[in-house]
């Protein structure tokens, strides 16, 4: 008896999933339980299992995209096949890698796209992502093999021969385009910076890190800072804590805040719920689950949504100072920069002071310049004042 698998609904605006990876062969006898395919939306990435025992069957190719409730497999029930011991001499030879074993390679739907474009055999990759899979730079710093023969070595390839390479956009990364594009035509984005003293901030991270991390589990990471800050500062101004829908403007009482993840797929966002009733080590703990949760492609969209302000941190890139784009609907956005050591006055001397850029992205049809430097003032002094969000000051 044979069962479809179909793709399964992930979300109310989603129509339609693109194939990502087989985990399985075809033909490939699976157990209930097992991942056989994973399936990318505009927004997230889904593992899929077989429901029972049998024979696998594929009814599509890596990259198809198929609509919701459409079938991408099919499982032939029936007992598992036993190995054969009449078989051939020449079967019990050690076979060379099969592009059929090679599929069954644990790497990343881009991993496999490059290397299948560049001839790179996988099996002779090693992975360094989690549980050894191949990533995306893996397989760029490997080399193809040389074909095995005995024929001489070909010439050198002619000049402008793969010299570019052409794939098709993932789902994700169209909609992060769309997305981006949108922003821009929709809002009104303007950016104005300041510059922040980290000092205090690094000092209190210094001498309570031991503590912390013995108490709590976790680092103390500056993350958890700038997203307290935000919320001492949208308390202070809530045109920032608010959205247009409409010719109506919708003014949030709550203090869900994004923190953008870079991951080889993109950029996810996921929320942070009640910042405002949070400790630094829940906040702290809610990133470091989001982060995995994201590198290993487990967000689901419920991680995504409902946000009403971001942080995005380009110093870890080692950005110096940038200007974000708004994340809609919302209207700020916040980025953070690479710490440097730069001369500053202070009490007319010049000392030297660990010193980070901030650029506060916002939409001008509903914040008023006046409003977003008061914003910025604020997030600032209680990054140079750690103790003014302990006391609420």
Request: proline share 5%.
């Amino acid at each position: 008896m044979a069962h479809e698998i179909k793709i399964p609904s992930v979300g109310e605006s989603i129509a339609s999933a693109t194939l990502g990876t087989w985990h399985k062969a075809d033909g490939d006898y699976v157990r209930a339980g097992e991942v056989i395919l994973t399936i990318e939306t505009d927004k997230i990435s889904t593992e899929l299992e077989s429901d029972r025992d049998g024979v696998l069957r594929h009814l599509a190719a890596v990259g198809d995209e198929l609509a919701i409730g459409a079938p991408v497999a099919r499982i032939e029930e029936g007992e598992a096949p036993a190995a054969s011991s009449e078989a051939p001499a020449a079967e019990a030879k050690p076979a060379e890698p099969t592009p059929e074993s090679a599929a069954q390679v644990k790497a990343t739907p881009v991993a496999k796209k490059i290397a299948e474009g560049e001839g790179i055999d996988l099996s002779r990759v090693s992975g360094t992502g989690a549980g050894g899979k191949i990533t995306k730079a893996d397989v760029l710093g490997a080399s193809a093999p040389a074909p095995e023969s005995a024929e001489p070595a070909a010439a050198p390839a002619v000049a402008g021969e793969k010299r570019s390479t052409r794939r098709k956009m993932s789902p994700l990364r169209r909609k992060i385009a769309t997305h981006l594009v949108n922003a821009q035509h929709e809002a009104a984005i303007l950016t104005t910076f300041n510059e922040c003293d980290m000092s205090a901030a690094m000092d209190l991270r210094k001498r309570l890190q031991d503590d912390f991390t013995a108490r709590h589990g976790v680092k103390l990471g500056f993350m958890s800072f700038f997203v307290k800050a935000v919320v001492e500062a949208l308390r202070s101004v809530p045109a920032v804590n608010a959205r247009i829908e409409g010719d109506e403007i919708v003014e949030n009482h709550f203090y869900d805040i994004g923190v953008a993840v870079g991951t080889e797929k993109g950029l996810f966002v996921p929320v942070i719920r009640d910042c405002d009733q949070k400790s630094f080590a829940g906040i702290e703990k809610d990133i470091v689950d989001y982060a995995n949760k994201a590198r290993e492609g487990k967000l689901s969209l419920t991680d995504l949504q409902g946000g009403v302000f971001t942080i995005t941190n380009g110093g870890i890139y080692g950005s110096l100072l940038s200007t974000p784009i708004l994340n809609p609907p919302q209207s700020g956005i916040l980025g953070m920069h690479s710490i440097q050591q730069r001369p500053v006055a202070v009490d007319g001397q010049v000392v030297i002071r660990p010193m980070m850029y901030l650029a506060l992205s916002y939409d001008h049809r509903l914040v008023d310049g006046k409003e977003a430097v008061t914003f910025l003032v604020r997030v600032k002094q209680c990054l140079e004042n750690p103790e003014r969000m302990l006391l609420g000051v």
